[in-house]
C-alpha cells in the first residue's frame, strides 16, 4: 500500500526567509505523481505544485518549488520569500497514474509565518 | 464561477438523524470523489465516481451512501448519523488524462 509521511507537524519562518517542509512516500509504482497542497484557515484545499514522477526536473510554481529525489522517495517543498498568506496546513499527496487515481494524503504540516 | 461547490457548507445534528450533503461541478470533469478529513486534519479517500459508477469504496461504513444523479454531481448521504461521523468532508473532481484534482470548500459536520 502506498504511504505517504511528512515528519513535521509544525515548522515557522520568518517573513521573506526561505523554508522547507519534508515528505517521503513508499510505493512499488513506477509511473505517478506528487502534489503539494494548501490547507488555509479558510478550509479551502488549494493546488499549490505537482510532479510527474517520470520527469527528472524539478517542478517550480513562482516562488514555491520542489526537491524530487525519486530514489530516495522525498518529495520536499521549499517556499521563498515567505509570505503572511503563505500561512496554512501543508499536505503532501500521491496518486498512481491509472484508474481513479485517488489521492493519499500526508499528515500535514503546519506552517506559521512571523512577521 | 465556484468550480467545484458543496452545500451546505456547515452542518450541526443530532445522533441518529439521516443527511446529505450536495456536489457540484462546473468544469466538466468525469470523476469525482468524496474525502473525510478527521479532527486531526487528515485527509482520507471514501468514495471516487467516474462518469456515474462507483469505482472507489474505501470501506466506508455502509450508512454512507453516494448518489451521482449525473457526472456533474456527487451527493453525499449518511444515515443514522454517529459521533464518530463528526469531520469535514471534501467534494472534489478531476479531468481524464489530467493529474490534479480540484477541492470543494468542504462541508463541516458535526454530530452532537
Known amino acids: 500500500a502506498q504511504t505517504v509521511t511528512q515528519s513535521q507537524p509544525e515548522m515557522s519562518v520568518q517573513e521573506a526567509e526561505t523554508v522547507t517542509l519534508s515528505c517521503t512516500y513508499d510505493t512499488s509504482e513506477s509511473d505517478y505523481y506528487l502534489f503539494w497542497y494548501k490547507q488555509p484557515p479558510s478550509r479551502q484545499m488549494i493546488l499549490v505544485i505537482r510532479q510527474e514522477a517520470y520527469k527528472q526536473q524539478n517542478a517550480t510554481e513562482n516562488r514555491f518549488s520542489v526537491n524530487f529525489q525519486k530514489a530516495a522517495k522525498s518529495f520536499s517543498l521549499k517556499i521563498s520569500d515567505s509570505q503572511l498568506g503563505d500561512a496554512a496546513m501543508y499536505f503532501c499527496a500521491y496518486s498512481i497514474n491509472q484508474g481513479a487515481q485517488k489521492l493519499v494524503f500526508g499528515q500535514g504540516t503546519r506552517l506559521t509565518i512571523n512577521p | 464561477d465556484t468550480a467545484v461547490s458543496q452545500t451546505p457548507k456547515y452542518l450541526v445534528t443530532q445522533m441518529g438523524n439521516d443527511k446529505s450533503i450536495k456536489c457540484e461541478q462546473n468544469?466538466?470533469?468525469?470523476?469525482m470523489y468524496w474525502y473525510k478529513q478527521d479532527s486531526k486534519k487528515f485527509l482520507k479517500i471514501m468514495f471516487s465516481?467516474?462518469?456515474?459508477?462507483?469505482?472507489i469504496n474505501e470501506t466506508v461504513p455502509n450508512r454512507f451512501s453516494p448518489k451521482s444523479p449525473d457526472k456533474a454531481h456527487l451527493n453525499l448521504h449518511i444515515n443514522s448519523l454517529e459521533l464518530g461521523d463528526s469531520a469535514v468532508y471534501f467534494c472534489?473532481?478531476?479531468?481524464?488524462?489530467?493529474?490534479?484534482?480540484?477541492f470543494g470548500q468542504g462541508t463541516r459536520l458535526t454530530v452532537v
Open positions: 468544469l466538466g470533469h468525469d470523476t
Open positions: 472534489a473532481s478531476r479531468h481524464r488524462g489530467r493529474a490534479e484534482a480540484f
Open positions: 465516481y467516474n462518469n456515474k459508477e462507483l469505482i
